[in-house]
């Protein structure tokens, strides 16, 4: 597709052509139509509400299948003989593959049709998630690669969902929208703990635990083929296709690096990034070496590990995921009506809010179990109020043509700087701080090396203030965006050619 030119919809696969018709193609179907059951975006209000659970419960279902290792962590360490760095690596293999191709799949998003983008991505992680739960004990490299063949699937659906929602909803239900499709987000990962843990303790054997979101990722795509409608780019926003025109990806990559208030909360979220991949992972062994430390568990010494530790933490994640989305969104909202910088505000404020209470957290696990407990469920909850507003700030400062690219862009950033490294350079701390295999060490060594996560939330709290400074300017500069470049005829040798406006004047 050529610089300039309008986005076409030319093919199903490769457009929304046989979903919903363009402007000129829909004039007279829209006349006939109530004006309150179908929105620009083509896409009737029922059904757009449909859609958005739909997405709900694959993300949720993403979450779920990420964080069902963590969940049986001690398990698979036991298994393998593996270290903490190597362990670590189960999630930075994930993140990495999961990162480095989601600009592709933004590139994808961005010109084809996404359904059927997310469809083949979401099968492709089916089948890999089911081919990992059998693998052999002699083979752990297997496992490490199967894992990251299942971020092909993921980058696919996390990258282009939100600009699906992004394209049904603007302002204010935009943002409800959203913090339901984000609530999937802890609901998921604590759902990943418990049910890995819970379905590994019954069969007695952790890998069961994979094998309950291969089945639930095919009812998915199901829904996606059957319910999903694709919408028209920038319509609901009264910027329909026809007039946003599809620049080089270079091009946009170079927008959005100018764009500073995406920038910022870009490495904003790359700290919310860190701080949760590390917790994800080692949260649960560091609670059980710290019970087997002060001798409320009994190590690890069979096929299977006592799993409490892993469902407790799992239920926080849920608990607190939910509370902080929605606590989140309501400070924003009320904080909207008195300032328009609202949004990284309440980020920063989350943030900072947070790295005390990690910090006690990690600190007091040695002394006592329920004030660690207790810890742990305000740090989440903070932590946990960035996640809607973030994709909000993201969607609002950048044009709608360039929205997966963004998406693509910032899980790339926030994922090669965050979570991607996190857990294998806390695994890494960790062996490099421990001086014997005894448990004393075996719990201090991550305790120490877990003091990290703290820190950097200070950090990201920084760069969310700094955005603070940007956001009226950037959200003003994307809302009344207008192609400098619009096509133009010029004639030459006697036919019309559509030509950029730059290259006919002076």
Known sequence: MSRGEPMSDSAPFF???SEAEGPEDQGTATANQQPDEESPSGVSRGRALVIVFVLCYINLLNYMDRFTVAGVLPDIEHYFGISDTESGLLQTVFICSYMFL???????GDRYNRKYIMSGGITF???VTLASSYTPKEHFWALLLTRGLVGVGEASYSTIAPTIIADLYVKSKRTNMLSIFYFAIPVGSGLGYIVGSQVSSRAKDWHWALRVTPGLGLIAVLLLLFVVKEPK???VEARPENRLHQTSWLADLRDLSKNRSFMLSTFGFTAVAFVTGSLALWAPTFLFRAAVFNGERAPCMEAHCESS???IFGAITCVTGVLGVASGVQVSRQLRKKTARADPLVCAAGLLLCAPFLYLAIMFAQASTVATYVFIFFGETFLSMNWAIVADILLYVVVPT???TAEALQIVVSHLLGD??????IGVI??????NDSFLWQFRSLQFSMLLCAFVAVVGGAFFLGTAVYIERDRERAENYAPTDEPIVVPKSGRSTRVPVSSVLI
Do not use: E, I
């Open 102 to 108: 989601a600009p592709v799949f933004g590139y994808l």
């Open 309 to 311: 530790d892993s469902l």
């Open 15 to 17: 457009s929304s052509d």
């Open 402 to 404: 360039r929205r997966s």
């Open 125 to 127: 992680w089916s089948l």
């Open 430 to 435: 960790s062996d490099s701080l421990r001086k």
């Open 233 to 235: 780019r920038g319509a």
């Open 420 to 425: 991607a490294g996190s857990p294998y350079l």
